[in-house]
């Protein structure tokens, strides 16, 4: 039988002091009901519905794959249930919930909560986890046998269960039949004035339906964002599990506490990662790369044996051997053929940099084609811009452009052409020949050394006054 899984991420999130809902706040790039979300589908959910209510459309816009019930009142984690009792009818098999603030939890441990649960029959098993600072979180009340008697939020726990270390992670698998046949018994006389969906365990207890406490052997996985505080840690989390599983595939990491990944990013093997580097979305890193330092890169393709240094990629396509940086900007559909070069503080858009072409100082290439074995020379600059429309740049196999070469758009330099340096090209280079735009130098002998010969002069007449 399938199993479905409900994701509440309808609360406001009052303690994050934030615009906007807690659940779009990211982890390592990714909101954290996205990290939900794909905990649950790796975990076998075929089927994945989440109640949105606080930001509702901001939050929804982050779950365009995801079927979404709106919770218009927000009364508790059991009423955001009831709202999403209609989605979910008919209601049979286990159903997985979850909340869009605890973004750790892995979908291994998900799995085998749905297994406890089926193998044992019960009508829930809810996922514990020993803290060592409880504080905030319900808490697992056991009876002499062991067995869980109910959950007790923090604000409603009792002198003597003020030191019960065993918390609700806020994660259940419940028999759907069950749940929606008790969920009205469920009733807002506690500290919050809210239906809590926590109390279904002690509704269960009474009826004599079966309730199993499995406890995690990671209670990290089971943080809960309600604050920045732990928003920080969550990502300290991630990071490091990231990061080792990285390690453990064959990536070097000179500082793993300085590396930040992205949950999707994927690395090959024998790749090196230097010290403060992001790498984030959906961005690939072949084989033998070498990564930063000082480099953050979104959404690119890193090719095998390439080497980045202290640059900013940004849907950037980078091929083998080829190297960038220190100190360069790639920006969206930026493509760097293999073996090309981007050196020191060039910035690159929307364009094709050949096989073996170096474009190696202070450049700005945009809307450009660049051919095979074509060199840029420093300072040189598409004008791709008049002011109203972008215009393509074409340099064809083998050209040389000099240094300072202002290329304005459109304008095509033929193959194994040369520009002469510091000139501004409006027109068409042909292939093979030369394009020199600037004045003749003229040179006035003897002006420097008689300018230095009035200063001394002058200087003199100073001193004796
Ligand atoms: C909840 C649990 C607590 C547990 C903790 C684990 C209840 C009553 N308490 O407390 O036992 O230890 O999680 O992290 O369930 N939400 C809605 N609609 C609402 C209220 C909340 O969708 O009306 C969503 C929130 O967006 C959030 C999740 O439910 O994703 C949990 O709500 P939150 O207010 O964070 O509950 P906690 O106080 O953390
Ligand atoms: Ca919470």
Redesign the pocket.
């Known amino acids: 039988m399938g199993v479905t899984a409900l994701i509440?991420?309808?609360?406001a999130?009052t303690r994050m002091k934030s615009e906007i809902p807690?659940?779009a706040h990211e982890v390592l790039g990714t909101p954290m009901v996205r990290l939900v979300v794909a905990a649950a589908r790796q975990a076998g959910c075929d089927r994945v519905v989440a109640?949105t209510?606080?930001g509702a459309e901001f939050v929804e816009a982050l779950l365009d794959d995801v079927q979404c019930v709106r919770?218009e009142q927000?009364?508790?984690?059991?009423?955001?249930v009831m709202c999403a009792r209609g989605a979910l009818m008919p209601a049979e098999g286990s159903l997985v919930v979850l909340?869009?603030?605890?973004p750790l939890l892995r979908p291994e441990t998900i799995d085998a909560l749905v297994q406890e649960r089926e193998r044992s029959g019960a009508a829930i098993a809810v996922l514990t986890a020993e803290m060592d600072d409880p504080a905030?979180?319900?808490r697992i009340v056991r009876g002499p046998r062991g067995e869980v008697l109910g959950?007790v939020?923090h604000k409603d726990l009792a002198p003597q269960q003020m030191d019960i270390a065993e918390?609700?992670?806020?994660t259940y698998c419940f028999d759907a039949a069950v749940l929606f046949a008790h969920l009205d018994k469920l009733d807002t006389d506690n500290a919050q004035g809210?239906f809590?969906?926590?109390d279904m365990v002690s509704v269960f207890h009474r009826e004599g339906l079966g309730v199993v406490g499995v406890p995690t052997d990671e209670p990290q996985e089971?943080i809960?964002v309600?604050s920045r505080v732990q928003l920080a840690q969550a990502t300290r989390v991630l990071q490091q599990r990231i990061n080792e599983r990285h390690m453990i595939d064959g990536v070097t990491m000179v500082d793993p506490n300085l590396v930040w990944i992205g949950p999707d990013v994927e690395l090959e093997q024998d790749v090196v990662i230097e010290p403060m580097t992001f790498l984030m979305g959906a961005t690939t890193v072949e084989r033998g790369a070498h990564i930063g330092p000082s480099t953050r890169i979104t959404d690119s393709k890193i090719g095998p044996d390439a080497r980045v240094d202290a640059s900013v990629l940004i849907g950037a396509n980078v091929g083998r051997d080829a190297t960038v940086g220190p100190v360069s900007y790639l920006r969206p559909g930026t493509v760097l053929m293999a073996d090309s070069k981007v050196g020191a503080c060039v910035e690159i858009k929307k364009s094709t940099v050949g096989e073996g072409s170096k474009v190696p100082h202070l450049s700005y290439i945009g809307d450009a084609t660049i051919g095979k074995g074509v060199n840029v020379g420093a300072g040189s600059i598409t004008c791709n811009y008049d002011g109203a429309r972008k215009h393509a740049t074409v340099i064809e196999d083998g050209a040389f452009i000099g240094s300072d070469t202002m290329l304005v758009a459109p304008v095509t330099i033929g193959q194994g052409a040369v520009t002469a340096a510091a000139s501004a090209i409006t027109r068409d280079v042909a292939a093979g020949s030369l394009g020199v735009e600037r004045s003749e130098q003229r040179t006035v002998e003897g002006w420097a050394d008689r300018k230095r010969a009035a200063g001394a002069e002058d200087t003199e007449r100073g001193s004796e006054a």
């Open positions: 509440l991420a309808a609360g999130g807690k659940v109640v209510g606080h919770q927000r009364l508790g984690t059991g009423h955001a909340s869009g603030d605890s905030g979180y319900g959950i939020e918390i609700n992670t806020g809210e809590y969906l926590t089971t809960g309600n």
